[in-house]
């Protein structure tokens, strides 16, 4: 789309990679209500950590 990606999170049910809620499209969260798939990991080097959009809730994968 010619905009720049802030950091980009992984869907966990289909692989689906998507810029995270700080950049101008996210598309990480925009999957989800297409999708309906709850869960995303950060797929930033070092981080280990996850969210659920159904729960709101961070999820911790190290």
């Given at each position: 789309m010619g905009d720049r990606w802030v950091h980009l999170r992984m869907c966990l049910e289909c692989g689906h990679v998507?810029?995270?809620?700080?950049?101008k499209n996210k598309h990480a969260t925009k999957h989800f209500h297409a999708a309906g798939h709850p869960i995303m990991r950060s797929m930033e080097p070092g981080e280990t950590?996850?969210?659920?959009?159904?729960?709101?809730?961070q999820l911790d994968f190290s």
């Open positions: 998507g810029c995270c809620d700080s950049s950590w996850g969210w659920c959009y159904v729960d709101q809730l």
